[in-house]
């Protein structure tokens, strides 16, 4: 059975103040145990997170990480280091990276091996863009990312895997996916993880929608049976936005 994971992507928002500000204030909201939660902050709020979300049950993850152990890669964060800080997850592949930051699928996939490597769960983010949508494209795409992002993964790994559809016109946009689309995508995954790997792991691995998950529209996207959980961006900068979703 997989239980519901609900994961917060701050993106490049909150001071560490305003972080264990929220910490502090979304602790006093939160009692739930049966979701899985994680707040995806800037790397220079991870520690301060781990601190204040320590024993409560909330993990944290790093929205990037780079693919070698280390090296003359200047402004970049190993995952040994994300280690060293306790992080739980790593984003992996998200559709601004893949769009300002030149992430490719062969990145993507080097990084979701160096993320494995160091006990980090990756969020592996894929999803079309308006036009790949319009032209009936959509599950080609998807595919296609995911075969070569996929590539040489182990059946463990696989099974301990969390991947986010996350329709690029959806993203931050307010126009969120109707829950029969984001259904349907996150059931044609699972279709090509049995395919590339077993049914057992396809029933496994944990599906999240993302892209404009708000409170008013979590509980419908939620309870569709493909998807496991969401990945949240601007709700979940406010405690007050993200514990509705969390309790959805
Ligand atoms: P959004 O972002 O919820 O603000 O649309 C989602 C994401 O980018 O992960």
């Known amino acids: 059975m997989r239980k ?18 929220f910490a502090e204030d979304f602790l006093k909201l939160y009692e739930k145990d049966d979701v899985r939660v994680a707040i995806c902050a800037p790397f220079t709020q991870l520690a301060a997170l781990k601190k ?28 040994d280091m994300l280690a060293e800080i306790g992080v739980n997850y790593c984003i992996i592949g998200h559709s601004e990276r893949r769009q300002y930051f030149g992430e490719t699928d062969e990145s993507v996939n080097k990084k979701l091996h160096q993320a494995f490597a160091h006990d980090i769960v990756p969020i592996l983010c894929v999803g079309e863009t308006l036009e790949q949508r319009d032209a009936g494209r959509e599950y080609d795409v998807v595919r296609e990312q995911l075969v070569r992002d996929l590539e040489g993964l182990s059946e463990i ?3 301990h895997m969390t991947i ?39 029933c496994d691995v944990t599906i999240q929608y993302g892209g404009s998950v708000k409170p008013a529209n979590a509980t419908e996207l939620m309870n569709m049976p493909e998807i496991d959980g969401a990945l949240v961006g601007g ?3 406010k405690p007050e936005e993200f514990i509705q979703i969390v309790n959805f």
């Not at 994971?5 to 500000?21: D, L, P, R």
């Not at 990037?64 to 964060?77: K, L």
Request: glycine content about 10%; overall charge negative; charged content about 20%.
């Open 4 to 21: 519901p994971f609900i994961a917060g992507n701050w993106k490049m928002f909150k001071t560490t103040a305003e972080a264990v500000k």
């Open 52 to 79: 204040a979300f320590e024993g409560t049950g909330v993990a944290i993850g790093a929205q990037n990480m780079h693919f070698a152990d280390n090296g003359a890669f200047t402004g970049e964060i190993s995952a």
């Open 157 to 159: 790994q696989m099974r």
């Open 164 to 202: 986010a559809y996350e329709p690029i016109w959806a993203i931050g946009t307010g126009r969120t996916a109707s829950p029969e689309q984001a259904n349907e995508m996150c059931g044609a995954i699972r279709d090509i993880v049995e395919e590339l790997y077993d049914t057992d792991i396809s």
């Open 235 to 237: 709700a979940s900068l």
